[in-house]
């Protein structure tokens, strides 16, 4: 019996890749401009603003009952306040970037190792060995572009908080998660995640902003392509799919993410990062692919 997968869904896994990667690179560049809370919280107000004219002439189905809301808005907190303001306040408290995607880069573990209780998915050994191979490669990845030195042990503790945080908000979605129109859940997570962080900008920041050319076009591409498409794409590929398959995608971000910061950032890809991206790659596609049945 084969099954047809529509060609978005396809394509989910290879999109969601380049433009989740492409955005730790676009908001090093925009943290030169702003503060991170007020990045963040612009962020979500921004595209709340370009979500208002889809609710008012789409008028799509919003949930039907308080608990289905509640579980839309416990996504948003986990995912959006959760795992990137917490990320976030690590890159202020002072520990690298490597530092942080180490950290972070344990999730697609955490996802497995929890998952066969929580969502009732068995992770085979093919998997974990998928698994073990992904995260071996993502660290020479990352210990090859930068030398990880001595971190400030509360920006590793935030950085650990983030890393719960995207945790919690991709098996919650599998379990609890509801089929809505992007639109919908989009409005609902970001007016939670504006909800937490503009208080906290104002409250935190001083909320100066450097106006100019490249500060626009990281926000656009915050708001559209990191914000509204990719994480639509994530969600869509964790209702369907098993949540350690999803997970794993993870591993590629820190490769990929190198490769967004040779041209923005001008921090060069060093050999040994390709070799770990090529090991990241093989660990995923083990996990990704599906075992054929008897």
């Known amino acids: 019996m084969t099954s047809t997968r529509p060609l978005w869904l396809i394509a989910a896994p290879a999109v969601f890749l ?17 503060e991170p809370m007020t990045i963040l919280a612009l962020r979500y107000c921004l595209v709340l603003l370009v979500l208002l004219p889809f609710v008012v002439f789409m008028r799509p189905p919003m949930p039907a009952t308080a608990r289905s809301w509640l579980d839309v808005a ?3 907190f986990l995912i959006q306040v959760s795992y990137f303001g917490l990320c976030y306040l690590a890159f202020k408290s002072g520990v690298s970037a490597a530092g942080v995607a180490i950290v972070v880069c344990l999730q697609p573990i955490l996802v497995a190792l929890i998952a066969p209780r929580f969502v009732g998915e068995v992770v085979s050994r093919r998997a974990w060995i998928g698994l073990g191979l992904g995260l071996a490669g993502a660290l020479v990845v990352i210990l090859a572009r930068a030398q990880v030195q001595a971190e400030n042990p509360w920006g590793l503790l ?13 098996l919650y979605e599998k379990r609890f ?18 909800a937490f962080t503009l208080p906290v900008a104002l409250l935190t920041e001083s909320q100066d902003i450097s106006w100019d050319a490249e500060f626009i076009a990281v926000m656009a591409y915050l708001v559209i392509g ?10 869509a590929m964790i209702r369907v799919g098993e949540v350690s398959r999803v997970s794993a995608l993870f591993y590629l971000v820190p490769a990929m993410s190198a490769l967004f910061a040779w041209p923005l950032l001008g921090e060069a890809m060093p050999p040994m990062a390709w070799a770990g991206m090529a090991l990241a790659g093989a660990g995923v596609a083990m996990v990704s692919r599906k075992a054929k049945p008897a």
């Open 18 to 34: 380049v433009l989740w990667s492409a955005g730790f690179a676009i908001a090093k560049l925009g943290l030169g401009h702003a």
């Open 177 to 194: 998660g509801i089929s809505l129109h992007p639109v919908t859940s989009n409005l609902i997570q970001y007016a939670v995640g504006a």
């Open 226 to 235: 990191n914000s509204l498409l990719a994480m639509s794409l994530l969600l």
């Open 74 to 76: 416990v996504v948003g």
């Open 158 to 170: 935030l950085a650990v908080g983030g890393l719960f945080g995207i945790t919690a908000g991709t």
